[in-house]
């Protein structure tokens, strides 16, 4: 059981970058899903989060209208388009799934200790 975040790399400020958070050993379409990041030096905060049919959507103030989370699940992956960055958004950004409670497709976890598993993470610098 594995999640592997990839995508990331240096981008000039306005420039967009996206980034893929793919699933193995499990099915990632009966996991809510949400993307994190962690600057240097602050606490770990939540960026993007969908729900188990992609239906739901949560964005953080500072990335509305910029980001963009889907899923694909036919490639049993989630996305994260960024566009518009700023050196602001430079982080790592790691992916977490939580098993949708049965019956709730448009499940969203807003608590990051509750994800059951993480991604590896991918470090997004924008220079400005």
């Known amino acids: 059981v594995q999640l592997q975040a990839s995508g990331g790399g240096l981008v000039q400020a306005g420039g967009s970058l996206r980034l893929s958070c793919e699933a193995s050993g499990f099915t990632l379409d009966r996991y809510a899903v949400g993307w994190f990041r962690q600057a240097p030096g602050k606490e770990r905060e939540a960026v993007a989060l969908t729900s188990s049919d992609g239906g739901s959507t949560v964005y953080a103030d500072s990335v509305k209208g910029r980001f963009t989370i889907s899923r694909d699940n036919a490639k049993n992956t989630v996305l994260l388009q960024m566009n518009a960055l700023k050196a602001e958004d430079t982080a790592v950004y790691y992916c977490?799934?939580?098993?949708?409670?049965?019956?709730?497709?448009?499940?969203?976890?807003?608590?990051?200790?509750?994800?059951?598993?993480w991604g590896q993470g991918t470090l997004v610098t924008v220079s400005s």
């Open positions: 977490a799934a939580r098993r949708a409670p049965f019956g709730s497709r448009r499940y969203i976890e807003r608590v990051e200790g509750r994800y059951d598993y």
